[in-house]
């Protein structure tokens, strides 16, 4: 095993004149014997279950196109819409983008590797520390945004570190050119440059900051998402609000106290070892001392997030360039132990990569429904929310489909749906928005898209609680539950179907103190 050794760092290169062979070379067949089996996994996965509740609400965002919504940017329900219509009613159409992105991740993990002058074994650990994630490779089974977000963030940094070897500008450029896209799918992203210029500041490369292009693509960032600050400034930055709902929910996972360990699990087995060791190497190492900056990076991060109660999952966009820096720190380490210490450490990698790609393998969602079992607490149905937020939406429209049928003809003149979550709005809209009335909900960005008509017949309430419903209709009454065996609590599991008639106020008064994030 001869990859790579912590020789003294090396002079970057400087503009586009700068030495590129001097990396070892990419050992393509060596990764793809990872990626290729990764996207077929990922391919097999994005079909097997049904819509997840946050693409249901893409679907139905994409079909009422806008420059900003209340808690995303425009990028994920275009791409939606886009695809659906390409293929309607085809998960797998839809979810190619995050696999496509997914498989690229892994890639360029290995190629971070190389940057990093890894060789083929350090550049196959790479490869093989994030695809044997569950939640790195698995997110790419469904379209989401923390899907899309944490690729985008891996050829950010990508770039970056081709930069501080090279010093092409361009690759400064293309980084903001990147991030103006990221932009328009989530707010993350401004948190790692800001932490990349406080890092560069404090540990080199100081001159990051200084280059041109870097700021040219900056103001290029700026006027991408002036539109999307212009409708979130007219709804009064619904956006930014939603920190603290995210906050709240953090709870759940044990908030604070666990948001660090927990981050690092999301790495998987084998990602974690890789990413706390790529930390230590990128700390600690001479050889990547000109990169030190990208570990201080993710402390930075880690604090951040830590201190505004954000998702453990945030900073997972920084994983591919620690589990990089780890990998060539393990094959770096193993070159210059005994060889009876080498053998040891060759043995515990190998035994743990088993272990995660097994784990890896037993958690995609291949299992039949029946054989897939309800959670045993709010917990278990967050962490696993990709899963149980993928059931269930069927039985719901059937049953709603069912109550609208069944209203007195006074009633069925004019009704329209209200339901209590953005998601089951958007079930609706997307399965029974041809059979159904108007469908609005308080929820989320749902909100944003319409207030009841006052001249409504009845209103079908999905959800929601008797007190509030009672608060604005005169005969509130129960016809109808759902409570589905999978499925998320609150949304397809305990959810009471009422029929409401005689509104008390006018809905452009009441909307506003219904709708929430």
């Known amino acids: 095993m001869t990859d790579v050794v912590d020789r003294p760092a090396p002079r970057p290169g400087s503009g586009r004149h700068a030495k590129v062979e001097d990396r070892p070379p990419m050992a393509w067949w060596t990764v793809a014997a990872v990626a290729v089996p990764a996207a077929v996994v990922l391919v097999l996965s994005a079909s097997r279950y049904g819509y997840f509740g946050d693409e249901l609400y893409f679907l139905a965002a994409g079909r009422r196109p806008s420059f900003g919504y209340a808690d995303q940017g425009p990028v994920l329900p275009l791409l939606a819409r886009s695809m659906d219509t390409l293929a309607p009613g085809s998960f797998l159409v839809l979810r190619l983008p995050s696999v496509a992105l997914t498989v690229t991740a892994i890639v360029l993990c290995a190629m971070l590797a190389r940057e ?118 007219r709804h009064a930055w619904p956006q930014l609000k939603m920190g603290g709902v995210i906050g709240a929910e953090q709870g759940i996972l044990g908030g604070r106290l666990l948001f660090v360990p927990m981050s690092v699990s999301l790495a998987g087995y084998l990602g974690a070892l890789l990413l706390l060791w790529g930390l230590w190497v990128l700390l600690r190492w001479e050889s990547l001392r000109p990169y030190r900056f990208l570990g201080v990076t993710l402390l930075l991060l880690f604090a951040a997030f830590l201190l505004t109660g954000g998702r453990i999952y945030y900073a997972a966009g920084m994983y591919a360039v620690m589990i990089a820096a780890g990998a060539v720190g393990v094959v770096g380490t193993a070159e210059r132990v005994q060889p009876l210490w080498r053998r040891v450490l060759v043995a515990f990698v190998a035994v743990l990569a088993s272990v995660a790609t097994a784990f890896t393998l037993y958690s995609t969602p291949w299992r039949p429904a029946d054989q897939v079992r309800p959670p045993k607490d709010d917990a278990e149905a967050a962490i696993n929310i990709g899963v149980y937020g993928s059931f269930g939406w069927h039985e719901l429209t059937d049953e ?65 609680y008797e007190a509030v419903l009672r608060s604005q209709f005169e005969h509130v009454e129960p016809v109808g539950k759902v409570n589905t065996r999978l499925g998320f609590k609150g949304n397809t599991q305990d959810v009471t179907i009422w029929v409401c008639t005689g509104e008390k106020k006018p809905w452009a008064r009441v909307w506003p103190n219904w709708m929430h994030l």
Not at 163 to 188: F, N
Not at 425 to 435: C, N, Q, T
Not at 439 to 454: A, V
């Open 400 to 464: 709603v489909i069912r109550v609208y049928r069944a209203l007195p003809p006074q009633e069925a003149a004019h009704p329209v749906i209200i339901t209590d979550t953005y998601w089951q709005a958007s079930a609706l809209d997307e399965l029974g928005r041809k059979e159904l009335p108007p469908i609005y909900s308080p929820s989320r960005g749902f909100g944003y898209f319409g207030t009841p008509p006052d001249n409504a017949s009845a209103v079908i309430a999905v959800g929601g």
């Open 116 to 233: 990093f002058e890894g060789g083929r074994w350090a550049q196959l650990l790479a490869a093989l520390g994030y695809a044997s994630s569950p939640f790195l490779l698995l997110q790419g089974t469904m379209l989401t945004t923390n899907a899309v977000d944490t690729a985008l963030w891996v050829i950010i940094t990508w770039l970056i570190v081709r930069w501080v070897r090279t010093r092409d500008d361009r690759l400064l450029l293309a980084a903001a050119l990147v991030t103006a896209v990221d932009m328009q799918v989530k707010w993350l992203i401004p948190f790692f440059w800001i932490a990349v210029a406080a890092s560069g500041l404090l540990c080199g490369p100081r001159e990051l900051v200084r280059r041109p292009l870097l700021w040219v693509g900056g103001a290029i960032v700026v006027v991408a998402t002036i539109p999307e600050l212009l409708w979130q400034a």
